[in-house]
């Protein structure tokens, strides 16, 4: 469906932007791809990686400006949105700045797309999106409750809203991986609490869930892959394996265990061979035959936790991915 088409991406120059463009140009042969994002040296920098390649494009602007976004969204068919302010603790201490991006950002970014005739937005969201206990989670989880709404918004136009919801990203600037690689030879990995889990997503299968969500969504719903989970002991042991570990404590607003589906989203939640929709409660959306499709409904008291989860990533699977990926992690 993206064939021919114009794509822009707000937050483009960021880890997942870095995988998302090439991996799109190189699967569909589109129109235009544009990377829409506020710093001009992150654009310079990317500009160099594609030549002469005619079809990307870059925007130098902000979600929180809307005469911007009204400029940039002209002629443009899908967008996915991947800006904003996420680090847990620049949040807390800016509050009112993570609230201009992820949540004055998003609106703008709704109303845009349907004053443009934009055919389809994927937005990203995050696990602390649910039973959010941080300012970050927070905003994203207005964010998403904002762009399900943004469906009915629409009225009669085409334009629909779509989210995907994933973990920790392996290897993404500033998460556990680069961080732990840059203290490899020091002998001391600092660990926050010896129980604490996460949820194991490259970018690459985050890149699949957002062609997936395009390709299926109706609007309304939050697409959740199925992914492995490794206690943070064990992404220590894989990069410094003699290391001894110092339990710092957890920071501020940081959760033990990560969780994508809550018990109370269980009741709006379906099951799929490779993930989870969380379909929309309002307008009685979550009983749409089309939406459901062949999905079938989870029990109860089910919640999708990084704890809970019945698929590990072992050491050794993430030592070899480390070693096939060390060139790039934590360079985008």
Same mark, same amino acid.
């Given at each position: 469906?993206?064939?021919?088409?114009?794509?822009?991406?707000?937050?483009?120059?960021?880890?997942?932007?870095?995988?998302?463009?090439?991996?799109?140009?190189?699967?569909?042969n589109?129109?235009?791809?544009?990377?829409?994002?506020?710093?001009?040296?992150?654009q310079? #920098?990317?500009?160099k990686?594609?030549?002469d390649?005619?079809?990307v494009?870059?925007? $130098?602007?902000?979600?929180? @400006?809307?005469?911007?976004?009204?400029?940039?969204?002209?002629?443009?068919n899908y967008?996915?949105h991947?800006?904003?302010?996420? =680090?847990v603790?620049?949040?807390?201490?800016?509050?009112?700045?993570?609230?201009?991006?992820?949540?004055i950002?998003?609106?703008? /970014?709704? @109303?845009?797309? $349907?004053?443009?005739?934009?055919?389809? %937005?994927?937005?990203?969201?995050?696990?602390?999106?649910?039973?959010?206990?941080?300012? !970050?989670?927070?905003?994203?989880?207005?964010?998403?409750?904002?762009?399900?709404?943004?469906?009915? !918004?629409?009225?009669?136009?085409?334009?629909?809203?779509?989210?995907?919801?994933?973990?920790?990203?392996?290897?993404?600037?500033?998460?556990? $991986?680069?961080?732990?690689?840059? %203290?490899?030879?020091?002998g001391? /990995?600092?660990?926050?609490?010896?129980?604490?889990?996460?949820?194991?997503?490259?970018?690459?299968?985050?890149?699949?869930?957002?062609?997936?969500a395009?390709?299926?969504?109706?609007?309304?719903? =939050? !697409?959740?892959k199925?992914?492995?989970?490794?206690? &943070?002991t064990?992404?220590?042991?894989?990069?410094a394996?003699?290391?001894?570990?110092?339990? &710092?404590?957890?920071?501020p607003?940081?959760? /033990?265990?990560?969780?994508?589906i809550?018990?109370?989203?269980?009741?709006?939640?379906?099951?799929?061979?490779?993930?989870?929709? $969380?379909l929309?409660?309002?307008?009685? +959306?979550?009983?749409?035959?089309?939406?459901?499709g062949?999905?079938? /409904?989870?029990?109860?008291?089910f919640t999708?936790?990084?704890?809970?989860?019945? #698929? +590990?990533m072992?050491?050794?699977?993430?030592?070899? +991915?480390?070693?096939?990926?060390? #060139?790039?992690?934590?360079?985008?």
């Amino acid at each position: 469906m993206l064939t021919n088409s114009s794509i822009l991406i707000t937050g483009g120059t960021g880890s997942f932007g870095h995988t998302f463009v090439p991996l799109t140009l190189a699967k569909y042969n589109l129109r235009r791809l544009v990377i829409y994002s506020r710093d001009e040296m992150k654009q310079w #920098e990317m500009a160099k990686l594609y030549g002469d390649d005619k079809r990307v494009r870059f925007f $130098i602007g902000d979600v929180r @400006d809307k005469d911007r976004l009204s400029r940039a969204l002209n002629g443009i068919n899908y967008v996915v949105h991947a800006a904003a302010t996420k =680090i847990v603790p620049t949040a807390e201490y800016n509050p009112f700045e993570c609230v201009k991006t992820n949540v004055i950002g998003a609106m703008n /970014l709704i @109303d845009t797309c $349907i004053d443009q005739g934009v055919k389809r %937005l994927v937005a990203l969201s995050t696990d602390k999106a649910s039973s959010p206990v941080n300012l !970050y989670g927070a905003t994203k989880l207005t964010s998403d409750k904002l762009f399900i709404a943004g469906n009915s !918004y629409a009225g009669k136009n085409d334009t629909r809203f779509g989210v995907v919801r994933y973990g920790n990203v392996m290897g993404s600037r500033g998460s556990v $991986i680069p961080f732990f690689l840059s %203290l490899a030879d020091k002998g001391v /990995l600092p660990i926050t609490d010896e129980r604490m889990t996460r949820f194991m997503i490259s970018l690459e299968q985050g890149v699949d869930l957002v062609w997936h969500a395009f390709d299926d969504m109706v609007g309304g719903e =939050i !697409y959740v892959k199925k992914i492995p989970s490794m206690k &943070v002991t064990d992404i220590a042991r894989a990069i410094a394996p003699d290391a001894r570990h110092d339990i &710092v404590g957890i920071r501020p607003g940081e959760k /033990l265990h990560e969780q994508m589906i809550s018990a109370e989203d269980a009741l709006y939640t379906y099951e799929y061979a490779e993930h989870y929709k $969380i379909l929309p409660a309002i307008h009685k +959306w979550c009983q749409d035959p089309e939406r459901i499709g062949a999905g079938r /409904l989870v029990p109860p008291d089910f919640t999708y936790c990084s704890d809970n989860n019945t #698929e +590990w990533m072992s050491i050794e699977t993430l030592r070899g +991915w480390i070693e096939q990926n060390r #060139e790039k992690i934590g360079k985008n």
